[in-house]
């Protein structure tokens, strides 16, 4: 594995744990009843079926961040990342939402998080929906949601993030952490024709596949890496994140595995291409997944961030899934990806071309 890559993932519990013990120190969580200023509600993106829908947000104190900008000092995105890290979570807030008639409610947990569950007596069409959300007693105005059904479609994509669809400067331990620790969704790039190759799996304008992002990275970072995605015309989808609290001890392993399993799950009848990179144990945990479920499983995309023995490692993955009927692709670029996935049907000649002239175009700038 590549050293600054090893390093980093030596530094990430040790930053989890300040985190965590931040929040204890000044008393973990705040019930409500202390409170007597605005409450800010964070909702992420809801998903489900036309007939069952869930939702998950978070109830903070408010925050001073402001909108990302391209000429923004770093110094400036890094008391921001502070910001996002050291939040302080609020919990017994009773949250309230409507959606296609029906009403959901939960109360916020002690790290902030509620999960509305809605059940439409109507199934609803596929695509995104808005929703209002409240809390209850509260002054504050509704806050807006968004969530996405599916129903049909060729087939879905999960994908992780950072290092897969984000470019984080693995092979430099100072250039990554300057990277995520003093970058913004406006100065984070994405690997060279991500956002094509997104945009052709997924069939954008037409009968839609949907997307779902799995990541190591804290629901903290959830608005940054939302913003990305819209700033760079990468397809949205609802995101998956850990709560470094309850998801700490889980592993990072064991976290995506179980979300991967939970998506599947919700679709039964929905095949899967996987997307991940080299750099932690998206190889494993997608050869895993294609072991547990088979035929549910188109094909395995794997951003080469890494060399040495751990592509050997990955090789010898691809070998295994590939007894399996599924190809594992070591890719070196987004064209590598787009390339099979054009022999395989999932996209055609004319979006295989805007993705070689989206790599094209990045490599000449």
Same mark, same amino acid.
């Given at each position: ?20 013990a ?8 705040? !019930?409500?009843?202390?409170? +007597? ?18 939702l998950?947000g978070?109830?903070?104190?408010p ?10 000092r +770093?110094? @400036? %995105?890094?008391? %921001? ?17 409507? #959606? ?17 569950h ?25 806050? @807006? ?8 479609? +060729? ?24 990277? =995520? ?13 991500v ?8 069939r ?15 629901? %903290? ?5 939302? !913003? ?10 609802? #995101?998956?994140?850990? %709560? ?5 001890? =889980? ?18 009848e ?18 895993? *997944?294609?072991?547990?479920h ?12 890494? =060399? ?17 009927? *599924?190809? #594992? ?37």
């Amino acid at each position: 594995m590549n050293p600054a890559k090893t390093a980093f993932k030596t530094i990430l519990p040790v930053i989890e744990r300040v985190v965590l013990a931040t929040d204890h120190a000044f008393s973990g969580y705040i !019930q409500p009843r202390r409170l +007597r200023g605005k409450l800010l509600l964070q909702p992420y993106i809801g998903w489900g079926t036309p007939t069952a829908i869930e939702l998950t947000g978070r109830v903070l104190l408010p925050r001073t961040v402001a909108p990302a900008r391209k000429g923004d000092r +770093r110094l @400036q %995105n890094f008391r %921001n990342v502070m910001r996002r890290l050291f939040s302080r979570e609020v919990a017994g807030v009773r949250v309230m939402g409507v #959606l296609a008639g029906e009403t959901a409610s939960a109360i916020s947990d002690s790290d902030g998080y509620f999960t509305l569950h809605f059940k439409p007596r109507e199934a609803l069409a596929a695509g995104w929906y808005e929703l209002a959300l409240s809390m209850e007693g509260r002054e504050e105005g509704p806050t @807006q949601a968004r969530v996405q059904v599916v129903s049909e479609a +060729r087939f879905g994509i999960i994908s992780d993030l950072d290092d897969t669809v984000i470019q984080s400067d693995v092979t430099s331990l100072p250039r990554m952490l300057m990277t =995520s620790l003093t970058g913004n969704a406006r100065t984070r790039s994405p690997f060279p024709g991500v956002g094509a190759l997104y945009r052709a799996l997924t069939r954008e304008g037409e009968k839609r596949n949907p997307i779902f992002y799995v990541s190591s990275s804290p629901w %903290n970072f959830f608005d940054l890496l939302w !913003q990305f995605l819209e700033y760079r015309r990468i397809p949205l989808g609802p #995101l998956f994140l850990r %709560n470094w609290g309850m998801d700490l001890l =889980s592993g990072h392993g064991g976290y995506k595995h179980s979300v991967i399993e939970r998506i599947l799950a919700r679709y039964p009848e929905l095949k899967f291409v996987l997307v991940g990179d080299s750099g932690e144990k998206d190889p494993e945990i997608y050869a895993e *997944v294609v072991r547990r479920h088979p035929g549910r499983v188109l094909a395995v995309y794997i951003r080469d961030v890494t =060399s040495g023995l751990r592509d050997e490692g990955v090789m010898h993955l691809r070998e295994e899934v590939g007894r399996a009927g *599924v190809d #594992l692709v070591l890719a070196s670029d987004s064209l590598d990806a787009a390339s099979h996935a054009m022999a395989l049907g999932l996209i055609t000649p004319g979006e295989f071309r805007n993705v070689l002239t989206s790599v094209a175009r990045t490599y000449e700038s």
